[in-house]
């Protein structure tokens, strides 16, 4: 299940992967779906893992330029069983107008995946 486009189009064709993608107020700036619709559809799911995104990642805080991309992924994250942060090093030190609740929530760099870019990764957070 996804709220992008972008993933979406980039899974689609697998033929071993079951993918909804969610409905809502499209925005073109970042190929997402947002708003109420896609907020009560992802209520209404579980979800076992959730990837998102941040724009800005500073003393603990993790945030996002967009108020209606934060709330989905606020929903996202406290709704999955395991959450990671997509994020690269250019995040690191910034902050954004809207901030995602993992304050607090501990790092864990045991299960970082690195991505080709060595300055790009994936991070788990409990």
Same mark, same amino acid.
């Given at each position: 299940? =996804?709220?992008?486009? +972008? ?22 700036? =970042? ?9 009560? =559809? ?21 945030? $996002? ?16 069983? =395991? ?17 995602? +609740? ?8 045991? $299960?970082?995946? $690195? ?12």
């Amino acid at each position: 299940m =996804t709220n992008s486009l +972008s993933a979406f189009s980039l899974l689609e064709a697998r033929e071993d992967c079951e993918l909804c993608l969610v409905g809502g107020m499209y925005r073109s700036r =970042t190929a997402a779906f947002v708003g109420p619709t896609a907020e009560d =559809t992802l209520r209404a799911l579980g979800i076992d893992m959730a990837f998102i995104g941040a724009n800005g990642i500073l003393d603990g805080d993790v945030s $996002t330029s967009n108020m209606d991309e934060g709330r989905i992924q606020q929903l996202a994250f406290s709704k999955a069983d =395991t959450r990671y942060l997509i994020a690269d090093s250019s995040k690191i030190g910034r902050r954004y107008f809207c901030p995602l +609740s993992a304050r607090g929530l501990p790092l864990h760099n045991d $299960t970082q995946i $690195t991505l080709g870019n060595k300055d790009e990764a994936i991070l788990r957070y409990d």
